[in-house]
């Protein structure tokens, strides 16, 4: 009976280090199949931060808007919850205010890392439209 264990043990050792080499050669294969990358052109170079900036303000504003319809939606409950009067425009406007506070509140806590890269990106974009003009001036300069 322990022969019988011994073998199984030995045959799952086997079959083990079979599907590592196994696994190595497929990853050598992989490796080696990999096509080289294309060289990235300045014009490419250049789109991509404005990419980015678009989507860090796109991202920013819709947690903005998603944000202050989770505390409309809140605020909306708790008034229901506690029977108040909803049926003038002053208390819904006041509603309104409040989730308004709410959720500029909560975004200037929890959406701190989407600001800064929203912030980043704008500066950046600045930056490279400022040095635009500039060089265009240098050269209206150089043309006189």
């Known amino acids: 009976m322990s022969e019988q264990v011994g073998a199984k043990q030995k045959t799952k050792a086997k079959a083990t280090n079979s599907a590592k080499g196994s696994a190595t050669t497929k990853e050598a294969t992989r490796s080696a199949t990999v096509a080289p990358q294309p060289p990235v052109t300045d014009a490419e170079r250049a789109s ?66 989407q600001r800064d890269a929203m912030s980043a990106g704008i500066v ?9 003009f500039d060089d265009a001036a240098s050269f209206e300069d150089d043309e006189e």
């Open 124 to 132: 950046a974009r600045t930056q490279r439209l400022s040095r635009k």
């Open 48 to 113: 991509a931060p404005a990419l980015e900036t678009r989507h860090a303000v796109l991202r920013y504003t819709t947690l903005r808007l998603a944000l202050f319809l989770v505390a409309l939606v809140l605020v909306w409950a708790v008034a229901l919850i506690f029977n108040m009067d909803l049926s003038s425009q002053l208390s819904k406007l006041t509603l309104l205010a409040v989730a308004l506070l709410l959720s500029s509140a909560a975004s200037f806590i929890v959406l701190s890392k």
